[in-house]
């Protein structure tokens, strides 16, 4: 699922390194300013967003941050984001502004945690389960119930995907799986 969502930054190697988002400042101690990309787009070619080529904008990942941190919707990411971010503003199109209210310093390792979605899926009640659509580097394809998940690369994503197509073989059974 990483394949097909992006989060707002990596974590690797003991390092949060951008992922959506471009750069970071830190205005004060508990002032997070992130840019997101402004060459990221939502994926193509399912039923949510057809062709149309829509960019991945603050006003989405604000989204995503306000519908984590609600307890209402399950997130397992919800304790996490609402015991550290007090407030998420959109500042600019691609800009966003956390504050936190103490200084945080795994705050980048927890926005690391949280995928982020398109706020039309939510808005139009589209099955993210059933087809995920993210701004990551392969677009979802097919899943086969104890087979296979097929992803393709994504053609918009800001950096070129060096495979064309990647297949997660799934066997149930675990002496075949250790034969495989």
Request: charged share 25%; net charge negative; hydrophobic share 40%.
């Amino acid at each position: 699922i990483s394949n097909i969502y992006e989060c707002l930054f990596e974590y690797d190697a003991n390092t949060c390194i951008p992922g959506l988002a471009e750069s970071y400042t830190n205005p004060d101690d508990c002032t997070w300013d992130v840019k997101i990309r402004d060459n990221a787009y939502w994926q193509t070619g399912n039923d949510l967003f057809g062709d149309e080529k829509v960019p991945v904008t603050a006003a989405d990942v604000k989204f995503v941050m306000d519908w984590t941190m609600d307890p209402a919707n399950g997130s397992k990411q919800q304790t996490n984001l609402s015991s550290l971010i007090t407030s998420v503003e959109v500042l600019d199109e691609h800009t966003l502004r956390f504050h936190t209210e103490e200084p945080k310093a795994l705050f980048l390792f927890t926005l690391s945690r949280v995928m982020i979605f398109p706020k039309k899926a939510i808005d139009e009640g589209f099955d993210l389960n059933a087809q995920p659509v993210g701004s990551g580097a392969f677009k979802f394809v097919s899943y086969q119930t104890d087979d296979q998940v097929v992803l393709e690369k994504n053609g918009d994503y800001y950096v070129t995907p060096e495979l064309d197509q990647v297949i997660f073989k799934i066997i149930p059974d675990k002496s075949v799986a250790a034969i495989a």
